[in-house]
């Protein structure tokens, strides 16, 4: 079966921590990797995309980054703001099936 | 920029009416997915679509739901009759898969049934 599990569940951090939210799944036949940023009450906001071929893609103060043989991947933010305070999700698209799974989220908190 | 819509934004409507709800994908694009979210199940991949083709729809009660893509530029999804517990939000997101990009959701439905 394909699973996305992401740990942990919910993070509180003070502003300018250096933080890693963590995503693992199951069936190493992935397409690519995506995460997704997503503010209370609102849609889902692409933040990166990572390949199968690729080892990592950064934007900004993020980094992602995938290791396929052990089915993980990270999100590293760099000097955290109280604006990046969302739920970050992982979306796994499989090429077995072509289905885009999502792992549970990681809700972020940054306090000022 | 691009953008995924979605229609209507909210919807309430009473336990055993009929709900649609529509989602325009991006021009060009050949992949569709539907998902509901809820707090308890976070997102749940309800049905998807390639060049308008279902591909998978084991996500959705078959007796109440059911997707359609009647034009490239049309997804629906219905609910008959609809109950309490289909309130959530349904959201529908387009790709073109084979061109190394990903994934843009439209805004979502908020369903309450009452």
């Known amino acids: 079966k394909q699973e996305v599990t992401q740990i942990p569940a919910a993070l509180s951090v003070p502003e300018g921590e250096n933080l890693v939210l963590n995503c693992s799944f199951t069936?190493?036949?992935?397409?690519?990797l995506q995460w997704f940023r997503q503010d209370p009450g609102k849609g889902l906001t692409s933040l990166l995309l990572?390949?199968?071929?690729?080892r990592e893609q950064t934007s900004g103060r993020l980094n992602a980054s995938l290791d396929k043989s052990s089915g993980r991947s990270t999100l590293y933010i760099a000097a955290s703001q109280p604006g990046d305070s969302a739920t970050y999700l992982c979306?796994?698209?499989?090429?077995?099936?072509?289905?885009?799974?999502f792992g549970q989220g990681t809700e972020l908190s940054v306090k000022p | 920029d691009a953008r995924v819509t979605q229609t209507p934004r909210h919807k309430v409507t009473e336990m055993g009416q009929e709900v649609t709800m529509r989602c325009q994908p991006i021009?060009?694009?050949?992949?569709v997915f539907w998902y509901r979210q809820t707090m308890m199940q976070g997102l749940e991949l309800l049905a998807y679509?390639?060049?308008?083709?279902?591909?998978?729809d084991s996500g959705m009660p078959k007796d109440r739901f059911s997707a359609e893509m009647p034009d490239a530029t049309l997804a629906t999804l219905k609910i008959q009759p609809s109950e309490p517990r289909d309130s959530a939000v349904y959201f529908c997101?387009?790709?073109?898969?084979?061109?190394?990009?990903?994934?843009?959701f439209g805004s979502g439905t908020r369903l309450t049934v009452v």
């Open positions: 021009l060009g694009h050949n992949t």
């Open positions: 997101a387009s790709g073109l898969v084979g061109q190394g990009t990903g994934y843009t």
């Open positions: 979306a796994v698209h499989y090429n077995q099936g072509g289905k885009l799974i």
């Open positions: 069936d190493s036949a992935i397409y690519n």
């Open positions: 990572i390949q199968s071929s690729q």
């Open positions: 679509f390639r060049n308008r083709a279902p591909l998978d």
